[in-house]
């Protein structure tokens, strides 16, 4: 038999705030996550950052196989306690960054994501979008407009430009802080990412692709893509200018006014000219 809910939730270990400590702990919205990743018994689950168990729990009791991955040595051991007679549970202790996860094949991924490396977590979901098809996620609002934006919208960014050829993406509801302990300074929210069989672009190297859209943000997504791509692609002004007048973009354009259409357009455009 599990341990109960108040058992996972009363324990003593002290959070720690630099590790994106904050715990679940409204029972029925833990529960509305794990119905949202719609997963059956024998169906293997990753979980991000399990912490004190409380989604780790309603998966096993499900009857899901859980590979959960946590950072915090104590956690990993409290886990192991508490859920000792669970044989669909594997608990790995690491960095979620270093966990090699590009065996794996047919994942659903849950996580109330680490608020400091939310979007490393992401990016590192985005390359191996190979190895899972549904996640449910948690993070900041701030953080969940990003991946959930559109083109010009508040927080467009590479992520929503990546999210958006990758997934098809729902907003599930908001949380406030007072769902957590201790509780965060801002409002989280909930959100479903779910792997499109067929991108909406034809991208002739995902990887370079990737490279591009990133490339074309940094520093700053209010810099041209002139100034931008000359800095990260290496490409001096005079050559990107041309690239940008052969796919009919004006040269003081912004990475944060492409559409997908676009930024496939000029992925391909470079590709030929760099490679
Ligand atoms: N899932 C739990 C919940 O909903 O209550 C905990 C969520 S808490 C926001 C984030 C969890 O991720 C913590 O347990 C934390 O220790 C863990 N964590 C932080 N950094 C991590 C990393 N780099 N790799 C794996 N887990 C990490």
Redesign the pocket.
């Known amino acids: 038999m599990l341990p109960s809910s108040n058992k996972i939730l009363s324990n003593p270990i002290r959070p ?1 705030k630099s ?6 702990t409204h029972q029925a919205t833990a529960d509305t996550l794990v119905a949202a990743l719609e997963s059956h018994p024998g169906e293997t689950i990753l979980e ?5 168990g ?2 780790t729990k309603r998966l096993i009791e499900k009857g899901c196989r859980v590979i959960a ?4 040595r104590r ?1 990993v051991y409290f886990l192991k306690e508490l859920f000792s007679s669970a044989e669909n549970l594997t608990l790995i202790e ?4 270093e966990f090699d996860m590009t065996n794996l094949r047919g994942l659903k991924i849950i ?5 400091y ?1 939310s979007s490393q977590i992401l990016f590192k979901l985005i390359e191996n979008h190979f190895t899972w098809h549904t996640a449910v996620l948690t993070t900041q609002r701030e953080f969940a407009e990003r991946v959930l934006g559109k083109p010009g919208g508040r927080g467009y960014g590479s992520l929503t430009v990546l999210c958006t050829y990758l997934f098809s993406r729902r907003r599930l509801f908001n949380i406030p802080p007072s769902f957590f302990k201790p509780s965060p300074e801002v409002v989280s929210t909930s959100f479903v990412l779910t792997r499109l069989s067929c991108p909406p672009v034809k991208i002739s190297d995902e990887r370079w692709f990737f490279a591009v859209v990133r490339a074309t943000f940094k520093p700053q997504r209010r810099k041209t893509l002139l100034n931008n791509l000359s800095r990260n692609i290496g490409l001096d002004k005079e050559k990107v200018a041309a690239i940008l007048k052969e796919i009919s973009l004006p040269q003081d354009i912004r990475a944060e006014d492409l559409n997908l259409e676009q930024f496939a357009l000029l992925s391909e455009a470079l590709r030929i000219f760099c490679h």
């Open positions: 720690v590790l994106g400590q904050v715990f679940l991000i950052g399990p912490g004190k409380i989604l991955v946590e950072i915090d956690l690491q960095d979620f960054l996580g109330n994501l680490p608020y490396i």
